[in-house]
């Protein structure tokens, strides 16, 4: 299970979030939002790809 608090997110200085809020405590919780979300579809994917038949091939389709 992905956690938000796993996630570090951008921690070098001034990102682009910073320049869009001005804030830096907002700014890490909004990247560390972002890397919680790639990082559950990233999971998402494996736990498809996990399930699926994955020996389709193109003549097969």
Known sequence: MVLMSSS????????????????????????????????IGHELEDMIASRSDTSITMERI
């Open 8 to 39: 570090r997110g951008r921690t070098d200085g001034k990102s682009n979030y910073w320049y869009v809020v001005g804030n830096d405590e907002l700014a890490q919780l909004v990247s560390r939002v972002q890397a919680t979300a790639i990082r």
